[in-house]
């Protein structure tokens, strides 16, 4: 028989929060058993396996958990990695040679980050910069050594405030955190107005915000696992 999956949006800092899960039909009534889970224990039954890559990952997105909890405050008294044990701990994924490899192209006027449901990176710029675009495009090698291009249309860029708009780059995932993503701005006609690139990895190494350290790491680890 085949099996169905149910997604769940789960936050960085909600690791440890239990879900439960029923399936009613049109009526409103329950057809299933409710089914309950959370991140923190659906990677308990990952080290009861064997495969150390696995355990790896579970431990720095457990140690990535505990980053979101203590950078926003929530639900602090019982932390995602509270339950490693000092085995457990010792596999967890040390970060090194972070480097800004960011280069604004004489146009981006910065860059900001969000970690949510997913990874956003933005490109800022000058609306004076930007107001004369009619697109951009986007590329980047992802972590399986494909090239991701695709286009955003000037329709799409985002506010950031009166003075500046963004490009969001949405397509990152977590073992994309080190890969350069470059923006390139074209005019109507389409001739280049300039190029930037940038990634998470670069503006980890200019914030240096633990949460940060904690999503390089467990990008690290799944990048390693699926590259």
């Given at each position: 028989?085949?099996?169905?999956?149910?997604?769940?949006?789960?936050?960085?800092?909600?690791?440890?929060?239990?879900?439960?899960?029923?399936?009613?039909?049109?009526?409103?009534?329950?057809?299933?058993?409710?089914?309950?889970?959370?991140?923190?224990a659906y990677c308990g039954n990952i080290f009861t396996g064997t495969n150390v890559e696995n355990k790896i990952m579970a431990v720095d997105m457990l140690?990535?958990?505990?980053?979101?909890?203590?950078?926003?405050?929530?639900?602090?008294?019982?932390?995602?990695?509270?339950?490693?044990?000092?085995?457990?701990?010792?596999?967890?994924?040390?970060v090194t040679d972070i480097v800004d490899k960011s280069d604004k192209g004489g146009i981006c006027a910065g860059a900001t980050l969000t970690l949510e449901e997913k990874?956003?990176?933005?490109?800022?710029?000058?609306?004076?910069?930007?107001?004369?675009?009619?697109?951009?495009?986007?590329s980047y090698v992802d972590h399986y050594g494909k090239t991701v291009s695709y286009t955003i249309e000037a329709k799409d860029f985002l506010k950031y405030n009166d003075?500046?708009?963004?490009?969001?780059?949405?397509?990152l995932v977590v073992a994309d955190c080190r890969q350069v993503v470059s923006v390139e701005l074209f005019d109507a006609n389409g001739n280049s107005?300039?190029?930037?690139?940038?990634?998470?990895?670069?503006?980890?190494?200019?914030?240096g915000l633990e949460l940060f350290k904690a999503i390089l790491a467990f990008s690290d680890s799944a990048y390693a696992k699926f590259h």
């Open positions: 028989a085949s099996m169905n999956q149910i997604p769940v949006k789960v936050f960085a800092k909600e690791m440890t929060d239990e879900v439960t899960v029923v399936i009613c039909n049109a009526a409103g009534q329950e057809v299933s058993n409710s089914r309950t889970n959370s991140v923190v140690n990535y958990g505990a980053a979101a909890q203590i950078q926003f405050g929530y639900r602090t008294g019982t932390l995602a990695n509270a339950g490693l044990t000092e085995e457990q701990k010792a596999l967890a994924t040390e990874i956003l990176l933005n490109f800022v710029y000058n609306n004076s910069t930007i107001d004369n675009a009619a697109y951009a495009t986007v003075d500046l708009k963004m490009v969001q780059i949405n397509t107005l300039g190029t930037s690139q940038n990634s998470v990895e670069s503006y980890t190494a200019r914030s």
